[in-house]
């Protein structure tokens, strides 16, 4: 089972040597230090040209292990809550990454609420853009997929849990990757604002305060339900602290600070 680039040539260049050219420059973006071991990361999904200099940066900053778990937020509302694709490869210009089945199949009896499940998928972009800088940094990548559609605790919990059992199982380090975006369609100002109280939580691991504060000051947060399951999962799993490696938004691409999308790159550990 193969899915297939669904914005390629739009989020991101569709020529594979395009591609790899400006994956690499956005991974040459300036990092503190070494590359270092990180239990979980936060990395923007927009369009390259608007936010993947912070996803960049957040990539560039730590050690990409072969197994990755991504999760990110369910855009078009169609599937289950909690989707999974469990197995087969996705396709990116120029190859193909393996879904990292036994994984996902630990990571489905961890969370009966997860589905294995592939039209949440199909045309969703906020993993996919992750993906051709993740293979820069990692040739031999294994993933595995996780679409959030609902913010119902109880449901964002269980995937937190599932995800602790599913890293602590693994015989090999792995790395949880949150999608997200935060605010959306602000004006500048307000949209950092705002911003910045979501990754004060986040700086804190703090899933609670983050689901608190975004809701307290209506923060248009895509990512938010991924954001508070790999919080979770990262204080559980060990991190002590999340650490600001970028924030952006999309005004300081297109000159226009009137109405805004915000990104943070963040690594925790």
Not at 64 to 90: A, Q
Request: net charge negative; glycine share 8%.
């Amino acid at each position: 089972m193969i899915r297939a680039p669904a914005v390629a040539g739009r989020f991101y260049p569709g020529e594979p040597e395009v591609l790899e050219r400006l994956a690499a420059k956005l991974l040459a973006s300036p990092a503190e230090g070494e590359p270092r071991r990180a239990t979980a990361v936060l990395a923007p999904h927009a369009g390259w040209i608007y936010s993947g200099a912070t996803a960049g940066a957040v990539y560039a900053s730590v050690i990409v292990p072969i197994h990755v778990i991504l999760v990110g937020p369910n855009h078009t509302g169609v599937g289950p809550p909690l989707s999974l694709w469990d197995r087969g490869t996705w396709e990116i210009p120029g190859g193909h990454i393996p879904i990292d089945e036994q994984m996902a199949a630990v990571l489905k009896e961890s969370c009966p609420d997860l589905i294995p499940d592939i039209s949440a998928h199909r045309y969703e972009h906020c993993l996919e853009v992750q993906l051709g800088l993740l293979k820069m940094r990692r040739e031999d990548l294994r993933i595995t997929p996780v679409v959030v559609g609902t913010t119902r605790p109880e449901a964002v919990d269980a995937l937190g849990e599932a995800l602790v059992r599913t890293v602590q199982a693994s015989p090999e380090p792995a790395l949880i990757v949150i999608s997200s975006d935060l605010s959306h369609y602000e004006p500048a100002p307000t949209a950092e604002r705002k911003d910045r109280m979501a990754i004060a939580a986040m700086e804190a691991l703090d899933s609670r305060e983050l689901r608190r504060v975004v809701q307290r000051e209506r923060i248009s947060m895509c990512g938010f339900a991924p954001a508070v399951c790999g919080l979770m999962a990262a204080r559980r799993l060990g991190a002590r602290s999340g650490r600001l490696i970028r924030y952006s938004h999309s005004g300081e691409v297109s000159g226009d600070d009137s109405s805004v999308v915000g990104y943070a790159g963040m690594v925790f550990s």
